[in-house]
Structures are given as C-alpha cells and as structure tokens.
C-alpha cells in the first residue's frame, strides 16, 4: 500500500518521458517525476519516497523530505494566506494547506505555527490544524515513569512549558525544571517523572534519578578538559552559575561531581575542581 504522507520503500517499474513509475507489493503505483529520479538507477531497485497529492491532486512521489509527515506536529511558517485557508512552508513545491476551520487564531502571512498533519477524509488530501488538542489524549497513557520520550514545545503557560508527548499526550515541563533555553516548535528529547492520576503528565528535559548520574559526570568532565582542567566551579557554587555553565540544576551537578570524585576522576579545591592526575 502506497501511504500518503509517508515515506514509501517502492520498486522502480519503469522508466517514462516524465519520470520513473514506482511500485508496491500489492500493484499500486506512483509516479516520480524526472526532477526527482536519482542518477545511476536500475529497474527493480528499491527507493525510499514521500508521497503527497501534487497540484492535480494526482498521488506523486518526491525524494526530498518534507519538515512534517502525517502524524505529526511541528513549527512551519505561513507561506501565503488566501480564501481558502493558510498555506505552509513544508519543504516541497506545493504547500500544506490550513483550512480556516483549523485555525485556532487566524493565521497570518510570515508568522510562525506549531500544526498537525494529518489527511483529510472528505478530500483525501494531507492538510494541517492549529487546533492541536482535538489530536491529542490522555484519557489513557501507555507509558512509565522515568521512560524517554520525544517532545514537541507548544506553549508557554504560567506554570511551565506545555509539550507535546510523543505525538499523542500533553505534558507540562515546569520552568524551575528548565535549564537550558527552549522555544515553542523545538524537537527535544525528555523524560517521564510523573503520571498524575488524572493522567497528566510531568515531563523533565533530564533523565531522572540514578539515570541522570552518567550523563552529569561526562558533561562535567568534558568541560573540565575544554578548560585545560580546571574550573572555578564547585559544590558550594551558586545555581546560577552553575546553570549558565552546565545546563543542569545544581542538585544534578552536585551529583556528577560525586560520581567524578568516587572514581577519582577530579580533585575538589577551595576554589574549584581540577583533573585529576590518577
């Protein structure tokens, strides 16, 4: 089955005047037009493309990848806007239409849309909404504390940062649990910390518990040997200070340092911590 909106794995069939026809196991076929077809290609090989319906609303292939597939939510800029909606910059010739019926605020020219793609059922079309929750849920919530997960930045709200929870909840990133700068479209990895009963979700950017141990201890020596060994730095050091430099809360770093320590990796001076010589 070829899927729209998709990255298909399709057999080249044969060549044409206008491009290669590309095939799946089930008979369907597509085309890809010349501006497309890679050089050196054989009859037979297999070839990785999105599909999309093109200006005639005709199914047609593209080896460029666009910035947002079926499914998914992310930040694109509005091309145009005219009587049928807001047109987004995706990556490819035609651009993805948000009918005004999606429109959580009307959209305007140039400004910037955290959208979900998703194909319409009455047109058969991809298209986009800015009406964000009406494709997520947590009415069930299929994941466990401390387990990674992929985040797309939303919103900003009085409490924190609202993300979007791989692809299909909410959560809330609180911001004294924010230690590096992030912005709303941002694509970030993250972590469970807590399923509230009602199913809400609390989501660190750092692993959590004894997870967070290693990755602290090796950012922390890999800045150490940046700076020629030494840094100014110590467990009695300011958060703020601690924040600028590492990017994580000084309980985190206070941790790595002593996982430095135990394995005599550093020294820790009145006036900061040095390499080690062991």
């Not at 929870?165 to 992030?182: A, Q, T």
């Not at 807590?194 to 290693?214: C, F, M, Y």
Request: with cysteine.
């Amino acid at each position: 089955m070829i899927e729209l909106g998709r990255i298909n794995n399709l057999e080249i069939l044969r060549d044409t005047s206008v491009g290669l026809f590309l095939g799946d196991e089930e008979g369907n076929d597509v085309l890809l037009p010349n501006k497309y077809v890679p050089t050196g290609y054989e009859i037979g090989q297999k070839i990785k493309v999105f599909c999309y319906l093109d200006y005639d609303e005709r199914p047609v292939a593209t080896t460029l990848e666009p910035d947002i597939m079926l499914g998914e939510f992310r930040l694109l800029q509005v091309a145009e806007v005219n009587e049928f909606g807001a047109f987004m910059e995706w990556g490819l010739e035609k651009h993805l239409l948000v009918p005004f019926r999606e429109q959580r605020v009307k959209m305007k020219e140039g400004q910037w849309y955290v959208v979900h793609c998703y194909l319409d059922e009455r047109s058969g079309r991809l298209v986009a909404s800015n009406k964000l929750d009406k494709f997520l849920s947590n009415d069930t919530v299929d994941l466990k504390e401390w387990e990674q997960v992929d985040l797309v930045v939303t919103r900003q709200t009085d409490l924190g940062w609202e993300v979007i929870v791989n692809e299909r909840h909410k959560g809330l990133v609180y911001f004294n649990e924010v230690f590096k700068p992030i912005n709303i479209g941002d694509v970030i990895p993250g972590c469970v910390k807590t399923i509230r009963k009602d199913n809400k979700l609390d989501i660190s950017l750092q692993p959590l518990g004894a997870k967070v141990l290693e990755p602290a201890a090796k950012k922390i020596y890999e800045v150490l040997v940046e700076n020629g060994g030494f840094l100014g730095l110590h467990d009695k050091s300011a958060p703020e200070e601690i924040r600028d430099v590492f990017q994580m809360s000084k309980k985190t770093f206070k941790k790595g340092l002593g996982t430095l320590y135990k394995d005599r990796k550093i020294k820790i001076e009145s006036d900061g911590i040095t390499l080690s010589d062991d």
